[in-house]
């Protein structure tokens, strides 16, 4: 650095924007945006959200081939006021034993992402989403001894069921793929949330990858709220390698994206 270097003389070097900062400008909903759409071109927008709309109503992702493991439908009673499950909410990485049962784990799966009832004709769920357009998708990695067969499944709201995609699930691997092996050295189990970014950029376009945000947001505070119920423990974990986790679950970290991970064990 010479003497006649601006920084030398304590200048701030010109940094470019964050790229935060560059995406949230860019997906900005501005009326002068808008105001350059014609009516008529508003219009086919509209036709063409609505048959997307009726396109993805009561459809699920499903794995064909994988062997389905329905999840029993009788459901644990959440005998617990929300007062109480607020107040006992917390984040636990001292995860013990017994897993989950089977009874247990379905309960989480339908409470935090899975259908509840029908309303006009749409299956009902239990969080909000962008468009109705739902385009989350829940992945379990059950480790051996837990209250399912050890194996990696894709939860499958729809049939409230779960699709074997791998019937073993290497816990060295998962904890590889975490920033926390020590949690998941103890977990029983793991939670990965997945969105399928096409399924609603279609609609929203830039802005798909925040309402795929909030959407695993309001996923992620059922799932606290319903373990803290069925007296379950549950960390989330941003720690995770992304590629790692797209690796174990075989899908391409660019139209599949894992957004949070989550660590299930006793409490
Ligand atoms: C989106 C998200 C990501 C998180 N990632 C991690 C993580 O990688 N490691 C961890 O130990 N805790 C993680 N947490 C848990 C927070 O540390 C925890 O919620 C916070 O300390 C408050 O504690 P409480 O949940 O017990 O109230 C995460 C929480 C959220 C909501």
Do not use: W
Request: aromatic share 6%.
């Amino acid at each position: 650095m010479s003497a006649t270097d601006p920084l030398a003389r304590g200048a701030t070097p010109m940094s470019s924007p964050a790229l935060d900062e560059l995406y949230h400008c860019n997906s900005k909903h501005t009326a002068a945006r808008l105001a350059f759409v014609g009516a008529r071109q508003r219009r086919r927008r509209e036709r063409t959200i609505a048959a997307l709309y009726d396109a993805a109503k009561n459809r699920f992702k499903s794995y064909a081939s994988a062997p389905q493991i329905a999840l029993p439908r009788t459901r644990v009673t959440l005998a617990t006021t929300l007062d109480a499950a607020l107040d006992r909410r917390r984040s636990r990485r001292d995860l013990g034993t017994p897993a989950p049962s089977a009874d247990e784990l379905g309960t989480l799966l339908a409470r935090a992402y899975g259908t509840c009832g029908e309303r006009a004709g749409v299956l009902a769920r239990p969080v909000p989403s962008g468009g109705g357009l739902y385009p989350l998708e829940i992945y379990v990695l059950q480790f051996p001894e837990g209250g399912l067969d050890e194996g990696v499944y894709h939860y499958h709201p729809g049939d409230h069921a779960l699709e074997r995609l791998r019937s073993s699930c290497d816990r060295a691997r998962a904890a590889d793929a975490s920033m926390y092996p020590e949690i998941v050295a103890r977990a029983s189990l793991v939670l990965v949330v997945v969105a399928d970014m096409p399924r609603t950029r279609v609609k929203y376009g830039e802005r798909a990858y925040r309402l795929a945000l909030l959407e695993a947001g309001h996923v992620s505070q059922n799932l606290y709220l319903v373990c803290a119920a069925l007296g379950l423990g549950i960390v989330a974990l941003d720690g995770f390698y992304d590629d790692r986790i797209h690796a174990v679950l075989d899908l391409d970290g660019v139209n599949e994206i894992a957004l949070v991970v989550f660590a299930v064990g006793r409490a």
